[in-house]
């Protein structure tokens, strides 16, 4: 369409202003001079009825032929009768055409929408959107989940449409697959709808690639994932995202053959392939592709160099990174070298080491103290200190054992002097310890608890619980009792 700067019609052949043009070709105007000009009297290619068309046209259609091969720009549906809009060199049809339309206000609400029309029966007389239109027009029946109005309501106060009312539920077959489904009319299942969708969406991204046999690959995929997610909505966006993919395995790969799983990999790398699940399980499933092989290494490679790209700029940068050559030139599994390499990194930040400034015993020490899981780990990167630096560092030593908690110690004491005078000479006090700490009651409780005998034997209460002594500190009970049988925990 030819506009100049004031907005005004003009002819694309020509370039006169023309209040009305003649004719839009390939959206392209013509004044009636240059139509007469332009367009030339040619036999249509299908029933070889002359037809007015342009000189330039290869294949001139009559109307009548034109519109029997003619498909919506959008939905690709035939569009025999009229069109809903033309744009550019092709249509759209009456359902698609809307999408085509600028965005404009809905009187009512004021959001912007495409679906602007007025229903003056039921007093929309401005352009309304279908929200507002809709707004208390129906319901979602309960059953055949279509917007009716309910004449029904269930005991489950659900709402049932006139095509769902109990003893006359009206059915119909899916189009696509036949399968009978609930309601009147004519409406695809779940799975074609989708289906359906995620075809459009994968017949519209395959055009985005250059080379045919990603191409083939890309729609074989498509095919793959609607069969194995039938009633799944997420598929069309699934394609969406796995583009990306195959949009890379496009510009790296020439031929289906120089795409193997390891090459993949190499390519681009672990982190990239493991947001890509699905399409990994397909080429491994359909096209034999290898990725378990190489994964776990090209993994730990790349958190390796992540790792040291991290401290590039720190003072300890050189020293991490000639370490991790010396790592990579003793031929060291992936996983080893990361874990070396994670304990270097660890020890650098804490001790601020540089090529000029060595680390302390001090540093390690600390750093064995707040992270003892390190030690065997760090052993590595000492070494390599003392052998490259000049380090006069030992080795941590190894991990001491934990003392044991002061309850126990204390139950200890208890027991020794128990054993030592007897239990007929134990003091009360040492009984009333030697019970109390194995059971978990608090000292300071004592002065709540009670003896009682339960059904499973000689027990103390505590409140509303009652503990059963068990049989190793039975006798203790019992002598305590005997000495006091009212109660001596006061």
């Known amino acids: 369409m030819g506009l100049d700067t004031n907005q005004a019609r003009f002819c694309d052949c020509c370039g006169r202003l023309e209040n009305k043009i003649h004719c839009v070709y390939q959206g392209r105007d013509f004044c009636t001079t240059c139509y007469a000009r332009e367009f030339k009297h040619l036999p249509c290619v299908v029933c070889e009825t002359a037809t007015r068309t342009h000189k330039s046209n290869e294949r001139p259609l009559c109307a009548a032929c034109d519109r029997q091969t003619r498909t919506c720009i959008r939905c690709n549906k035939p569009v025999p009768g009229r069109a809903g809009r033309r744009i550019g060199g092709g249509i759209t049809c009456a359902a698609c055409t809307p999408y085509f339309r600028e965005r404009m206000p809905c009187s009512v609400c004021a959001k912007p929408s495409l679906h602007l029309s007025r229903d003056r029966p039921r007093g929309f007389m401005e352009p309304t959107c279908s929200v507002c239109r809709n707004a208390g027009k129906g319901e979602t029946c309960s059953r055949c989940k ?219 020490d600390k750093l064995m103290r707040a992270s003892p899981g390190l030690r065997n780990s760090l052993t590595q990167f000492l070494r390599f200190g003392r052998e490259t630096y000049g380090w006069a560092l030992d080795n941590p030593s190894p991990k001491i054992k934990s003392k044991l908690p002061t309850t126990m110690t204390r139950l200890d004491a208890v027991n020794e002097r128990i ?63 005997q000495r006091a049988p009212a109660g001596v925990f006061a």
């Open 146 to 364: 279509g917007l009716r109005t309910m004449v029904f309501t269930t005991l489950e106060k659900k709402g049932l449409c006139r095509d769902c009312l109990p003893g006359e539920e009206r059915s119909h077959n899916c189009p696509g697959c036949g399968e009978l489904q609930p309601g009147g009319g004519n409406s695809e299942c779940v799975a074609c709808g989708i289906g359906r969708r995620a075809r459009l969406h994968r017949d519209l991204h395959a055009t985005l690639l250059a080379q045919i046999w990603v191409r083939e690959l890309f729609v074989e995929y498509s095919d793959w994932l609607i069969a194995r997610q039938p009633k799944n909505a997420n598929v069309q966006d699934w394609l969406k995202n796995h583009m990306v993919l195959f949009t890379r395995v496009d510009v790296t790969f020439t031929d289906a053959a120089e795409m193997t799983g390891e090459a993949m990999l190499s390519s681009f790398g672990a982190s990239f392939l493991k947001d890509y699940r699905l399409p990994r399980w397909f080429l491994t499933e359909k096209h034999g592709l290898d990725f378990e092989g190489a994964w776990d290494k090209n993994a730990e490679q790349e958190r390796i160099v992540h790792q040291i790209a991290a401290h590039n700029k720190a003072s300890h940068g050189p020293v991490l990174q000639a370490f991790e050559q010396d790592l990579r030139s003793r031929g060291l599994a992936p996983l080893t070298q990361r874990l070396y390499v994670r304990a270097a990194v660890a020890f650098c930040e804490r001790a601020k080491i540089s090529t000029s400034m060595p680390p302390s015993q001090t540093d390690l």
């Open 419 to 481: 054993t030592r005078a007897g239990l007929a000479q134990a003091s009360v006090e040492d009984l009333v310890r030697s019970i109390f700490i194995p059971l978990g009651i608090p000292i300071k409780q004592r002065t709540k608890c009670q003896w009682v005998d339960a059904k499973q034997g000689l027990a103390i209460q505590l409140k509303e619980e009652v503990i059963v002594i068990p049989d190793s500190i039975k006798s203790r009970a019992i002598e305590l009792r």
